[in-house]
């Protein structure tokens, strides 16, 4: 049974910083490419940033280049997202997903239930 369980949301004030965490379960994770998706309310899906199987060529949205920074630590099944620099516009549910292949770009066939964070004065 896959499984992706995001934390480490949460209340942080803008130019603050966070690290999302992503634990998953049920697969070969250093197997698979993962992703960041976020969406803010009311609005649609965003794709944020995403990496290989092997934790290289990470890719990011130009929306959070040079602040956020995408990692894995494949013995411990673990995808991470740190986020400098907040601004409220970072506001959203966060969301860390599955690959379909090693490589990214792919389509993403599981998704965690997400973590909130509000970048908020």
């Known amino acids: 049974q896959v499984q992706l369980v995001e934390s480490g949301g949460g209340l942080v004030q803008p130019g603050g910083s966070l690290r999302l965490s992503c634990a998953a379960s049920g697969f070969t994770f250093s197997s698979y490419a993962m992703s960041w998706v976020r969406q803010a309310p009311g609005k649609g899906l965003e794709w944020v940033s995403d990496v290989n199987s092997g934790g290289g060529t990470p890719y990011y949205a130009d929306s959070v280049k040079g602040r956020f920074s995408i990692s894995r630590d494949n013995a411990k099944n673990t995808l991470y997202l740190q986020m400098n620099s907040l601004k409220p516009e970072d506001t959203a549910v966060y969301y860390c997903?599955?690959?379909?292949?090693?490589?990214?770009?792919?389509?993403?066939?599981?998704w965690g239930k997400g973590t909130l964070v509000t970048v908020s004065s």
């Open positions: 997903a599955k690959g379909l292949v090693a490589g990214p770009g792919y389509g993403m066939d599981y």
